[in-house]
């Protein structure tokens, strides 16, 4: 699919799964997620490259001997495609990624609003790097739009910072 077309009525996640067997981080990141996943299932646009049938679709995240894996299948459970990603493009935007929300969430608790809307831009603009490289990285296996990038790029971030 290119980036000019139309996305179908049924090009949408209906579930996501992470990998549990990592276990469970710090409550601001298990909230990142839990914020993620539901803003992904309320509205998204996504779609496995070459895909005729069509969704919905569930997405299961895990990460494997290093490796990001997305095991994509139909809402009935038949599998549609699994693309595996090498996690080493992403750990730089993701450390710093998190470096900036560890000091949003520090700003929080004693800074001024305009230094806490001044981290808060900063964060927005690595989260939107680590989107757009996810989408390039993805292209011409899955589409999806950018808002669906970011709320996956989140959840790319939980599973490497447990990873």
């Not at 000019?4 to 990142?32: K, Q, W, Y």
Request: hydrophobic letters at 40%; glycine letters at 8%; a negative charge.
């Amino acid at each position: 699919m290119s980036k000019g077309e139309i996305f179908g009525p049924d090009a949408r996640l209906v579930d996501v799964m992470l990998d549990e067997t990592i276990g469970r981080s710090t409550p601001d990141v298990e909230h990142e997620r839990a914020v993620a996943i539901f803003d992904l299932l309320e509205e998204n646009r996504f779609q496995p490259a070459g895909d005729e049938e069509g969704g919905p679709y569930k997405l299961a995240l895990s990460v494997v001997e290093g490796r990001l894996v997305f095991d994509v299948k139909r809402e009935n459970g038949e599998q549609v495609a699994t693309h595996i990603l090498a996690l080493g493009p992403f750990r730089r935007i993701i450390k710093d990624y998190y470096m900036i929300c560890d000091s949003y969430f520090e700003a929080i608790k004693m800074s001024t609003p305009s230094q806490i809307e001044t981290i808060d831009m900063a964060r927005r603009g690595v989260h939107n790097d680590g989107s757009q490289t996810l989408m390039d990285r993805l292209e011409g296996k899955l589409a999806m739009d950018f808002d669906t990038a970011r709320r996956l790029f989140t959840l790319v971030c939980v599973l490497h910072w447990r990873g």
